[in-house]
């Protein structure tokens, strides 16, 4: 009897310990994707990937955490992208941590999920292009269009993938297919389809790189 009052007290304490730890990643994760809406700077999204990975480490089965931290570096992958050595790291870092995100996703049944991991690995091979655009960008920039499309195909939709289409056809020359003016009007097209106010631990960003996008139409 009193082996069966310690299995049942063992198993209440395990079930109360995992629900308190999933509140507190959760509300972490919470905490996390709020300050990365406020950010602006290369160091803000340094950090938050570090954040969000050690979130990662708690909560392994949630493929946001992950996301979030290949995001970040993507971002900071654009920040530097002037700097060929310094991208490489965090574009590196970046794939492992979208791959890591997608290998956690139902393929056939999270396709608006897994159409946010594939925007992002488009950012993370774009990034690869910066590190040497004569050596990586056929091989990289090729990628990064192919999961572009693909994140597309998933969700048509995504206001994200539509502004990584816009970024590519603004910053690509005209002799290679580039179109600042179709990049502008796919800008304005992601702004429309972001909700306002942008809230949640889902992926909403995309409204201050359009806007910066547009700013340069100006």
């Not at 959760?26 to 994707?33: F, G, H, R, S």
């Not at 602006?40 to 340094?46: F, G, L, P, S, V």
């Not at 890591?100 to 996703?105: I, S, W």
């Not at 990049?183 to 702004?191: C, D, P, T, W």
């Amino acid at each position: 009897m009193k082996k069966l009052v310690f299995t049942i007290m063992a198993l209440l304490s395990a079930y109360f310990t995992s629900g308190a730890q999933g509140k507190t990643t959760t509300d972490a994760l919470q905490n996390a994707v709020t300050k990365l809406d406020r950010a602006t700077k290369a160091r803000d999204y340094e950090s938050l990937q570090k954040e969000f990975l050690s979130i990662a480490e708690q909560d392994k089965k949630n493929w946001l955490p992950y996301y979030y931290a290949a995001f970040c570096n993507a971002k900071t992958g654009f920040f530097l992208q002037d700097d060929g050595d310094g991208v490489e790291p965090f574009s590196n870092r970046g794939e492992d941590q979208a791959k890591k995100a997608k290998a956690l996703l139902d393929t056939v049944g999270q396709k608006k999920e897994l159409s946010e991991v594939y925007t992002v690995l488009s950012m993370v091979y774009r990034t690869k292009v910066f590190i040497n655009p004569m050596t990586y960008g056929r091989k990289y920039g090729k990628l990064s269009q192919e999961y572009r499309i693909k994140a597309q195909a998933l969700n048509p939709q995504n206001p994200r993938a539509i502004y990584v289409k816009a970024w590519e056809m603004y910053n690509t020359p005209k002799l290679w297919g580039g179109n600042k003016e179709l990049g502008k009007q796919l800008a304005e097209q992601s702004l429309g389809l972001l909700k306002d106010p942008e809230t949640g631990v889902y992926p909403h960003w995309g409204k201050a790189e359009s806007q910066e996008l547009l700013s340069k139409n100006k």
